[in-house]
Every structure is written in structure tokens, then in C-alpha cells.
């Protein structure tokens, strides 16, 4: 289970280092944002027979970082939403 979080962190972070711009997100939302990637990231390569959905391997890392990006990029747009409704 440690092993599980650290790795979430990593993918986030790593995430937000892909990601251009400045991101707004606390280190509890990139380990969040990082667990569902790498969730999505071992869903994939267990549903391609690389792996398990737990087990660390490239293929699902690297689905896992790309799916960390995308949800960052979703996160931001959520947010920046509600923040651009209360300047108003």
C-alpha cells in the first residue's frame, strides 16, 4: 500500500512536470490525481496482458503518467472554472 502511494506521487508529479503552465493543485490533489492515473495505468495494461493491475510495469506507467496529464488538465479546467465565476 506504500508502495502504491509513493508510486502516485511519483506519476504526479511527474504529471505536472509534462503538463506546461502553472498548476494550481496542492501536493493532496497531485497524489489523488497520481493514484487515479496509475489506477487507469494498471487497468490498461492488465487489459492488455502486460501485467496485473498492482504490478509496476512501462506499459502501465506510461499509461498511467499520460492519464495523470489528462487529469490534471481536467482539474485545472474544473477549477479555473469556478475560480473565473467568483472574479466576476
Known amino acids: 500500500m506504500i508502495g502504491f ?4 506521487l511519483i ?14 493543485l496542492g ?7 497520481g493514484l487515479v ?7 490498461v495494461a492488465a ?3 502486460t501485467g496485473d493491475i498492482f504490478e509496476l510495469n512501462v506499459l ?3 499509461v498511467a503518467v499520460i492519464a495523470s496529464v ?3 488538465g481536467t482539474a485545472e479546467a474544473i ?4 475560480r473565473r465565476r467568483e472574479l466576476r
Open 37 to 43: 492515473g496509475s489506477v487507469i495505468g494498471g487497468t
Open 27 to 33: 501536493l493532496l490533489a497531485t497524489l489523488l490525481l
Open 47 to 49: 487489459l492488455l496482458g
Open 5 to 8: 502511494i509513493v508510486a502516485g
Open 79 to 82: 477549477s479555473g472554472g469556478k
Open 11 to 24: 506519476i504526479g508529479a511527474l504529471a505536472r512536470l509534462i503538463k506546461p503552465g502553472k498548476q494550481n
Open 60 to 62: 502501465g506507467f506510461i
Open 70 to 72: 489528462a487529469l490534471i
